[in-house]
């Protein structure tokens, strides 16, 4: 189990990762659309991980835990339904 200090250094090491792996996405071209799709998943990861780890909500209350995924969950759905729709108008 990771001590009080090295749970940030971790997180914010799985962080840089992630962010290293939405630029090589972006940067590689790859697979276009799939790649805009990942990249989106990937941020709404990144932000799951600040707003547990660096925002403390994995210790408030059931109910506020509940409202910050439901946030997370919808403006990750928002963005990625409204990529789909536009793929399908143009």
Known sequence: ????????????????????CSVALF???WLGPAASI?????????SRLVI??????RHAPGHWRVLYELWN?????????GYLVSLRVT
Do not use: D, N, S, Y
């Open 52 to 57: 547990l780890h660096f925002m403390e909500a």
């Open 27 to 29: 940067e590689g071209g």
């Open 38 to 46: 990942v990249i989106v998943l990937i941020a709404a990861w990144k």
């Open 1 to 20: 189990m990771p001590t009080q200090t090295e749970r940030p250094v971790r997180v914010w090491l799985l962080l840089m990762g992630l962010t290293l």
């Open 73 to 81: 969950f919808a403006a990750a759905a928002t963005l990625l339904i």
